[in-house]
């Protein structure tokens, strides 16, 4: 049975089973219909070594759990990429928000950093481009605001900033999915 909602916020701490939940999603829907397509908009970005290898690895081992899923890097345009590659036929898998979102706030080039207001804007748009797409959709982003406050202003805006866009996107959902230990436990379900 194919439990794809039209639109999926899948949430968790690391290594909770986001990202296979999604993918199992997708691979739910690509199983109903040779019509079907996926496509994942990856948003991370190869800053060092650790994270270069660790992209390919991701890649390997999506290739073998959902064979025939397209990957799209968009480490910034999102709102852009969802417009872009939906359709009623395609599901796209978001992973991941969080990563996003470090790339709009802690960039590279810190001369590059969107300030607060812009951050909001870009999930506002990112909420209307999950409101207007015609095929599913599957957002990854991590819950990182359950432990202990964390030391340094930098690092406490970044919490708060995700915590402002997890609440968007929750928002915008009509499914929400909360993962811990690889068990998905429904925070919101208006399918």
Not at 34 to 53: C, F, K, L, N, S
Not at 81 to 98: M, P, Y
Not at 118 to 143: R, T
Request: hydrophobic share 50%.
């Amino acid at each position: 049975m194919v439990d794809v909602a039209r639109s999926t916020f899948i949430l968790g701490g690391q290594r909770s089973g986001k990202s296979r939940r999604a993918e199992t999603l997708a691979r739910q829907w690509l199983d109903v219909s040779p019509a079907h397509r996926a496509v994942m908009i990856a948003t991370g970005q190869a800053w060092d070594d650790e994270m270069r290898e660790r992209i390919e690895r991701h890649k390997a081992d999506r290739a073998l759990r959902v064979p025939g899923m397209a990957t799209v890097e968009e480490p910034l345009a999102l709102a852009e990429a969802l417009t872009r590659h939906s359709d009623a036929n395609t599901l796209i898998v978001v992973d991941c928000l969080t990563l996003w979102l470090t790339n709009l706030t802690m960039p590279a080039d810190p001369a590059q950093a969107l300030p607060e207001a812009a951050v909001i804007a870009a999930g506002e748009d990112l909420c209307a481009a999950i409101a207007a797409a015609p095929g599913p959709l599957v957002l990854v982003g991590n819950e990182i605001g359950l432990g202990v406050i964390p030391m340094g202003r930098e690092v406490r805006a970044f919490v708060d900033a995700l915590g402002r866009l997890n609440q968007q996107v929750a928002a915008a959902c009509e499914r929400v999915t909360l993962m811990a230990a690889g068990l998905p436990l429904t925070l919101k379900d208006r399918t």
